[in-house]
């Protein structure tokens, strides 16, 4: 009786398994499954999504968000973003891979209550082009001020950011 070569096999289903798990396999080792720059100015959101920090609440914004100087005590370190910040680029398949032009932004933005080190809220952002990074810090300031102020509610802030940070404030009616 002849054997079935199980290699085949083997190697197949191992590579469907880690499909399913969104890794790709390429000369024996597994990688992570590309990002698409086609959401931009936005993150892809099969790879930063958001993610929230459970410590804020609409009933703790008080003693985080609105509380000055909050956000440095839950910031990650910069060697964490940097490190995160060289793989993402990689995945994002940016042709610039200078660091230099990106900023490790949170999608969910602290002062909105955004997981500080969550790799599906962190993700290279672009500083080059019309819509920036610093002018994505424009609107998280002003939705922060509003939360604070209670003209909108923190569960609002943050679906509209995560939604389209470029139109958060007119879908809320600040701006």
Same mark, same amino acid.
């Given at each position: ?11 197949? %289903? #191992? $590579?469907?398994?880690?499909?399913? !798990? ?7 080792s !597994?990688?992570a499954?590309g +990002? ?8 892809? @959101?099969?790879?930063q @999504? ?6 804020? *609440?609409q009933d703790?914004?008080? &003693? *985080?968000? +609105?509380?000055?100087g909050w956000t440095?005590?839950?910031?990650? #370190?910069? #060697?964490y973003?940097t490190?995160? /910040?060289?793989k993402?680029i990689? =995945?994002?398949?940016?042709t610039?891979?200078?660091t &230099? ?8 933005? %602290?002062?909105?209550?955004?997981? @500080? /080190?969550? =790799?599906?809220?962190l993700?290279?952002? @672009?500083?080059?082009g019309?819509?920036? $990074? !610093?002018?994505?810090d424009?609107?998280?300031? /002003?939705?922060k /001020?509003?939360? +604070? ?7 609002d802030?943050?679906? !509209?950011?995560?939604?389209d940070w470029?139109?958060a404030?007119? #879908?809320?009616g600040?701006?």
């Amino acid at each position: 009786m002849s054997r079935i070569p199980q290699r085949p096999l083997v190697t197949t %289903l #191992s $590579a469907l398994a880690l499909a399913a !798990a969104g890794l790709t396999v390429t000369t024996g080792s !597994a990688h992570a499954a590309g +990002c698409s720059q086609d959401y931009l100015p936005l993150p892809d @959101p099969d790879c930063q @999504p958001g993610a929230f920090n459970p410590d804020v *609440t609409q009933d703790t914004i008080d &003693s *985080t968000i +609105c509380v000055s100087g909050w956000t440095a005590t839950v910031r990650p #370190s910069s #060697s964490y973003t940097t490190a995160l /910040k060289k793989k993402q680029i990689v =995945e994002y398949g940016y042709t610039d891979t200078s660091t &230099s032009d990106y900023e490790e932004d949170h999608f969910v933005p %602290l002062e909105l209550g955004g997981a @500080p /080190k969550s =790799e599906l809220n962190l993700w290279p952002e @672009p500083e080059y082009g019309t819509r920036t $990074a !610093a002018n994505k810090d424009t609107v998280e300031n /002003k939705l922060k /001020k509003a939360v +604070c102020a209670g003209q909108v509610s923190l569960a609002d802030a943050q679906d !509209a950011i995560v939604t389209d940070w470029t139109t958060a404030l007119s #879908s809320l009616g600040l701006g």
